[in-house]
């Protein structure tokens, strides 16, 4: 297999670090703690981040231990934040990792030797101990992730030769996230999260989502109705209809969750729109939060396939 690009970071285990660490893999989203001036507009394949090792040691030393590490998919470019979103972050009410990328967690590989027993080449785990003398600032590597690939059970997709290899998700399962803490107490104010939250700061970003996309269609010359499930707007416009299903998060926009009602109809029905807004801004306390900003992501005549969803909930049948 050819090269695949990979960024190696190393993550603290203070608990400010582990709590982002958790934060991250639930809401699809990396940052790093200043603007990285060579990683802008540019694109990597995958993310690893690693974690339970102390860095401040030899080559040598580091080689001979193990690590928990978790594969991501890259998910666009670099870009930067304009909002807070980490937990240090909201409790500070300002921006500390503006340098941001979308991640969509693959697998976690506990215990993994660092050596040449691993699945990592030597450039590769010495760029995570470098990363971790670095503040967390991601250390980019190439390498054959045959490998690596290997130990984690998947098989790439290569849409043409020299494509970067994309692992689909049906393939994966979904990643267990550390435990986080549980948040201080005298925090006074607070962003959204991705994919858990307070339900008033969850219902805060979706229906900003849902107002960005109505003004976008209105603006566009449709008449627009709201209908909830299972889809959440009705365009009509001369006699044609579209339907929209609008999505939104604080995080990267990577992966969203669907309801199986909103898969099939969107299967089903011939013009279906994903409307996506990622970046929200969130402000305030429950039960009164503000939401604003966001940057749109819209995949029109959008249906979803097997490869790209993953199972995260089952329905358990009682057994009588």
């Not at 400010?16 to 639930?26: K, M, R, S």
Request: glycine fraction near 8%; hydrophobic fraction near 35%; charge should be neutral.
């Amino acid at each position: 297999m050819a090269k695949a690009s990979f960024l190696m970071v190393h993550v603290s285990q203070s608990t400010t670090g582990q709590d982002n660490l958790a934060f991250g893999l639930e809401t699809r989203s990396w940052g790093f703690p200043s603007r990285i001036e060579e990683y802008a507009g540019t694109r990597m394949d995958f993310v690893i981040l690693g974690t339970g090792v102390n860095p401040r040691v030899d080559l040598g030393v580091w080689l001979s231990d193990t690590i928990d590490l978790y594969v991501c998919q890259a998910v666009g470019i670099v870009y930067e934040g304009t909002a807070p979103h980490w937990p240090d972050e909201t409790d500070e009410q300002r921006v500390k990792y503006p340098t941001r990328l979308g991640i969509e967690p693959l697998a976690k590989l506990t215990n993994t030797p660092l050596g040449p027993a691993g699945s990592l080449p030597l450039a590769a785990s010495d760029a995570i101990r470098r990363s971790g003398l670095h503040r967390g600032f991601g250390k980019p590597v190439q390498f054959d992730p045959d490998k690596l690939f290997k130990l984690m059970g998947v098989t790439p997709k290569l849409s043409y030769a020299d494509s970067a290899p994309i692992i689909p998700l049906n393939q994966t399962r979904p990643v267990q996230v550390p435990t986080r803490p549980k948040p201080r107490r005298n925090v006074k104010h607070g962003t959204g999260t991705g994919r858990q939250s307070d339900p008033r700061k969850r219902e805060a970003v979706e229906r900003h989502a849902v107002d960005l996309a109505i003004q976008h269609y209105r603006q566009a010359g449709w008449t627009v109705e709201e209908v909830g499930k299972p889809y959440d707007l009705r365009l009509t416009k001369a006699g044609a209809e579209r339907r929209v299903e609008v999505k939104g998060t604080t995080g990267a926009p990577t992966s969203v969750e669907l309801t199986a009602n909103e898969v099939q109809h969107a299967r089903e029905f011939p013009e279906v729109d994903l409307f996506v807004v990622s970046d929200i801004t969130v402000m305030g306390i429950t039960p009164n939060f503000t939401a604003s900003g966001g940057t749109t992501t819209l995949l029109p005549d959008w249906e979803p396939a097997d490869e790209d969803l993953r199972p995260t909930r089952f329905e358990y049948r009682i057994p009588s």
